[in-house]
């Protein structure tokens, strides 16, 4: 199983000539409020220090509550530990929804397109999906072709409406397609989910899809993970705690959406910034280092665990953790990223 943990961010913008940073000496104070920043006459530079915000998130998770869902304790410790998360007060700003799997009608798309709690905020939608969770029964089958289009479409609706946020959709299951929905519309394949899950990825806007897979014997829906553009599925093994997985694996995708970070807008129209001489910063257990902008995702391997790019190079952000970066970064709840910006020349 992936194992990825918290990180907090603070953005500082740096100055040009640290040596001009205090009050007075020819120092002109050009801003205040979210941050302080002073400019020297001569050197024409400043210092920002703000902090950068984690981007709002919002997930639709897509429940299988077939008939198998009833052996081995799995939908008791699976309902259990979707209770504790969403009662859980540090996480009552994260949005998510709830569908299940399969539905009365097992093929109608539509019908997974309207999901049993829509995505909304948990401090208001705890109490919905935990009352859900205790009506549902197991029985049918895995129609997860058409269970998955409907869900999509959903989400991605859902993001169009809410661009500022960042919305995933996150399939748990304890099987694969099986025969389900052998005539009419798209047949329920693998190969038929890793080309919606695809298709959720890389269309506009994108809607990635990561997968909990409950059981140990699960290795093929990495493909749809993957394809979904989250690298691998999270695996819980059936012969262990299965609840305290359950959890583990939600907090770890709470945790892995947490290594993308909005870059703040100048505080003044007279301050530019600097978007090429940043500089990235951690600081862990083991001391602090710099990581190394590799330009683009396609370059993270070059990096190692020390990558990161922006989202737009020209206009960008968002700062964004490479994979192996993230799991550096993010391997204990008090690490910490500084981001320091060079400032452009202030016009005379």
């Known amino acids: 199983m992936r194992t990825i943990t918290t990180l907090a961010l603070v953005l500082a913008l740096g100055a040009c000539n640290d040596e001009n940073k205090g009050s007075g000496d020819g120092g002109v104070d050009l801003y205040r409020g979210d941050g302080i920043l002073r400019t020297d006459i001569d050197n024409k530079c400043a210092e920002i220090s703000r ?8 997930m639709l998770l897509a429940l299988d509550t077939s008939y198998s869902m009833d052996y081995l304790q799995k939908w008791p410790s699976v309902k259990a530990a979707l209770k504790a998360f969403v009662s859980d007060p540090r996480f009552a700003y994260i949005g ?8 009365r009608a097992q093929c109608k798309v539509d019908d997974y397109a309207n999901p049993a709690v829509p995505i909304g905020p948990l401090l208001t939608t705890a109490g919905a999906i935990a009352s859900s969770l205790d009506d549902q029964r197991m029985a049918g089958g895995t129609p997860m072709v058409p269970m998955l289009q409907g869900v999509v479409d959903y989400t991605r609706s859902y993001a169009e409406k809410n661009s500022e946020r960042r919305t995933v959709v996150v399939l748990a299951t ?12 798209t047949p329920n394949s693998l190969a038929n989910v890793v080309a919606v899950a695809q298709a ?21 829906l990495d493909q749809i993970a993957k394809a979904g553009g989250t690298t691998s599925a999270f695996l819980v093994d059936t012969s262990k705690d299965i609840q ?4 583990d694996a939600l907090n770890d995708i709470r945790r892995e959406l947490a290594c993308e970070y909005k870059v703040p807008p100048p505080p003044s129209s007279e301050i530019g910034i600097d978007y090429a001489a940043v500089k990235v910063r951690y600081t862990g257990g083991s001391g602090s280092e710099l990581f190394i902008n590799v330009g683009k995702l396609e370059n993270c391997e070059q990096a190692g665990d020390k990558g990161w790019y922006y989202d737009d190079p020209k206009k960008p952000t968002k700062i964004l953790l490479c994979e192996k970066t993230c799991k550096k970064a993010s391997s204990t709840d008090d690490s910490k990223i500084d981001v320091i910006f060079g400032c452009k020349p202030i016009p005379a």
Do not use: R
């Open 174 to 185: 304890d099987g694969i397609p099986d025969t389900s929905c052998i005539s009419g519309g």
């Open 200 to 220: 959720a990825a890389t269309g506009k806007p994108a809607v990635p899809v990561f997968v909990i897979g409950v059981g140990s014997e699960l290795t093929s």
């Open 244 to 247: 305290s997985a359950f959890l």
């Open 96 to 103: 998510m929804g709830l569908q299940y799997f399969p539905l």
């Open 51 to 58: 902090k950068a915000e984690l981007p709002p998130v919002d």
